[in-house]
Structures are given as C-alpha cells and as structure tokens.
C-alpha cells in the first residue's frame, strides 16, 4: 500500500465531510475544555502551594500541575469527536483505529538517539554543562509521575494539532499547504510570547518549525500518530529528565546545558543553534524512514477501508 493510500484512509474516516463550523465549534469546546481544566486545578494549586504565579510554574508541583492542565485537550477532542463529530476518538489515531506501538517506541528511540547528538554539538557551540541539584533518589521519585503526566502533554498537543487538525482539514481541503501548513504554524505559534526578543523568536521557529515538519511528515508517511507520539513524548522527556536548557523545564532535570531561551541578540549563536535543531531532526527521520534502518517506519494496515 503506498503512502498515499495510508493517508488517504486516514483523512477519509469521517462518516461525512467535515465543514469549517464544525471544525471551529470542535476547537471552541477543546479550548473552552483546556481554559475550564486550567483554571480548576491551577488556582487552587498556587492557593495552597502560597506560591506566586513566577515562583509557581518554577517549582516541581507546579510543573506537575501544569502537565496535568492538558488532560482538559484530551477531554476536549473526546467530546468533539463524539457529540460533534459523531466518530469514535480512535478515527484521530490512525488508519488502523488505534496508536501503532511499534511506531510509537521507534519515535521515542530514534528522538532519543538525535538528542544525545544534538547535547554534544551544543556543547561544542555553547561548553556549559552542569549537574542540577536534584539528588538521584529525588530523580527517581518523580520519574514515573514526571514521564506520565509529560505523555498526557505531549500526546495532547499530538491529538490536537496532528489529528484533530490536521485529519479535519485534509479531510475537507486537498492542498497541504492549508492542511499541514496551517497546524504547523499554529503549533509554533503556541511557543512564542510577546515579549520575545527577535533572536529567541527566529531560535523557536527553526527548532519547533523544524521538529514540526518532522511530526507533519511521519503522520503522513504512516497514516498514523505512533510515530509522532513518540518522537514528541522522547524529546521532551529528554529535556525535563536529563538535560534542561530553559528553566521552566529544569525542576527535575539531572543535568542543565547551556541557556536557549534566553540569547539576547547573538545571531550567529541562533543560526549555529537552529541549525544544530534541523540536522538532529533530519537525523531523526533518516533514522525513521530510511529503507536501510533498523528504526524505520512500518505502513499501517488498516482493519477495514470501510471503518466508520
């Protein structure tokens, strides 16, 4: 089956042509969901941590709590798809109904891989590498609730951006520039602010841009989103469990690499970093497409063309 076909099962599940209204009103109550699960567990965690809303999102409850805050997207698509869509959440997952596991851990491993390179050349850039304060059996303690709750956030944004986006357009426009182009550039958009200097915008654009296209390209090579998961779960595992660069991601982090967030107006660090960004990320999917590796990709096998 080619790769076409993959997605073309994908983008086709929908029991009847997804309209724009309905698309917006799906997104509607997913926000309205992430907004109402924000604001019910944040306020009162800062209320009885007595903490700032700064210090709050700097400490380890309030990174925990933050995570959990994106179990309301899971919520949100859920109650779109099946009160407005009317369509099982499986449909958002793949051409096959369900997550490819497979897939799923050759992203996690490939990202993997591509991060311990990516370390090593920022070090070769930027030579500031450190250990954290964290102590090992503190490391240990919140490794698991750390990795869970980190797989609710990544996979909610995966849901969101490349299925419930990405599949809902391209079920209703053919054209990838406003199917895959348009997610991507709401998907990067999340993580610039305001008050960005120029420097640190063009470092986000290059680095989430380029990890976008690779989460982008993997769905539509599969038809599924193991792969996207898992390469989206493995490189922010990686940055809030070994080595942080920003510090809303160093609270349990065992060792801290040079600043990214912060790089002021040094332009040549920016391209030299960007660039470290986009040779991992095209490692990565050398690593997941290539004919040759043993990390490569699997097309999906659906159970039936005419799955509802």
Not at 229 to 240: E, K, P, R, V
Not at 272 to 282: E, F, N, S
């Amino acid at each position: 089956m080619s790769i076409d076909q993959e997605f073309e099962i994908y983008r086709s599940l929908p029991r009847q042509p997804v309209t724009l209204p309905r698309l917006l009103a799906g997104l509607l109550i997913i926000g309205g969901c992430w907004l109402g699960t924000c604001l019910v567990i944040i306020i009162p965690a800062i209320f009885l941590m007595g903490a700032t809303i700064d210090t709050f999102f700097l400490s380890a409850g309030g990174v925990l709590t933050l995570f959990a805050t994106f179990l309301g997207i899971w919520l949100g698509v859920w109650l779109a798809m099946r009160y407005l869509h009317r369509e099982p959440l499986g449909n958002l997952f793949g051409a096959t109904g369900e997550v490819n596991r497979s897939d799923f851990c050759k992203g996690f491993a490939a990202v993997c891989l591509t991060s311990v390179v990516s370390e090593v050349l920022v070090y070769l850039v930027h030579p500031e590498f450190s250990r954290t304060a964290i102590d090992l059996p503190s490391w240990l303690t919140f490794l698991v609730p750390v990795a869970l709750l980190c797989l609710v956030q990544t996979s909610s944004e995966e849901i969101l951006f490349r299925g419930y986006l990405m599949r809902n357009l391209a079920n209703r426009f053919r054209s990838p520039w406003i199917w895959a182009v348009l997610p991507a550039v709401a998907f990067v958009a999340m993580h610039c602010s305001p008050d960005m200097a120029l420097a640190d915008l063009i470092l986000v654009v290059l680095s989430i841009g380029s990890l976008t296209v690779a989460l982008v390209l993997v769905a539509y090579r599969t038809g599924n989103l193991g792969a996207a998961f898992g390469i989206h779960f493995g490189n922010n595992l990686f940055a809030f469990l070994l080595v942080a660069h920003q510090d809303e991601f160093g609270a349990f982090a065992l060792f801290r690499g040079a600043p990214i967030d912060q790089v002021g107006e040094g332009f040549g660090k920016v391209w030299l970093l960007g660039a470290i960004a986009m040779i991992c990320v095209g490692l990565t999917l050398v690593l997941l497409l290539h004919r040759a590796s043993p990390l490569r990709l699997a097309l999906a096998t659906p159970v039936g063309e005419g799955r509802a």
